[in-house]
């Protein structure tokens, strides 16, 4: 019986796939409940239930599987934040559904929203996807006369800065989603939004994205 080696070669590549996600899933649990920095190959082989000789199949280092969970979120932020500010011609109306739906997507997940802070903690870059979210609005929001011209480096620390602090605070009880809309306006005021303006479209952008998930049980 002829062997059809395109099948054979279809059904490895599945198999390696299942096994580098199984793998990523593990990263998952194991620094959510560790940290990136304490956790080492034991522990991700452990979750995972491969062998150490596997895990070398797919990652060089720790750090290499832990870089590819964080690419992984960043890709998965990028499809969430794309699909909210579908069509919305406003920039700051479209970073202020960016903060909105970050906050969403933590109190809908809080154990991924704690693997991205502790990530982010860590020796891992931030989310290059969120960085160029943050960037292409940013840059139209100046364009557009929406906001000052200002240093995108300082505006984006401004603005990653408080969202992390704050979803820190909120995942650990210490703060409340009803904070959220003084946070995105105070944010879209710094960057030059009037006041009322700020807090007009903090309002409309928590609208849009109040109704799904845990987040419209909460606020």
């Known amino acids: 019986m002829r062997v059809n080696l395109q099948a054979r070669a279809h059904n490895a590549e599945l198999r390696r796939k299942r096994?580098?996600?199984?793998?990523?899933?593990?990263?998952?649990?194991?620094?959510?409940?560790?940290?990136?920095d304490a956790a080492s190959i034991e522990d991700f082989v452990a979750a995972a239930g491969v062998s150490r000789g596997t895990f070398y199949n797919y990652f060089p280092a720790v750090e290499d599987l832990v870089a590819a969970l964080n690419d992984q979120m960043g890709e998965d932020l990028g499809k969430r934040f794309a699909a909210v500010t579908q069509g919305v011609r406003d920039p700051a109306l479209a970073l202020a559904l960016i903060v909105q739906e970050s906050f969403r997507?933590?109190?809908?997940?809080?154990?991924r929203a704690w693997v991205a802070?502790?990530?982010e903690g860590g020796n891992v870059p931030r989310l290059a996807e969120?960085?160029?979210?943050?960037?292409?609005?940013f840059k139209a929001a100046v364009e557009h006369g929406r906001f000052r011209s200002v240093n995108t480096d300082a505006a984006r620390n401004l603005l990653f800065g408080a969202v992390r602090l704050s979803q820190a605070e909120?995942?650990?009880?210490?703060?409340?989603?009803?904070?959220?809309?003084d946070l995105v306006a105070l944010v879209l005021?710094?960057?030059g939004l009037p006041h009322d303006e700020a807090q007009?479209?903090?309002?409309?952008?928590?609208?849009?994205?109040?109704g799904q998930d845990h987040y419209a049980q909460v606020m």
């Not at 997507?105 to 154990?111: E, F, G, K, M, N």
């Not at 007009?200 to 109040?210: K, M, P, Q």
């Open 189 to 191: 005021a710094a960057y």
């Open 170 to 181: 909120l995942l650990a009880g210490r703060g409340h989603p009803s904070e959220i809309n």
């Open 19 to 36: 096994t580098r996600e199984r793998l990523i899933e593990a990263a998952l649990a194991v620094i959510a409940e560790k940290g990136s």
């Open 117 to 119: 802070l502790r990530i």
């Open 130 to 137: 969120s960085i160029r979210q943050f960037d292409r609005v």
């Open 105 to 111: 997507l933590a109190i809908s997940d809080p154990a």
């Open 200 to 210: 007009e479209i903090s309002r409309r952008s928590a609208e849009t994205v109040r």
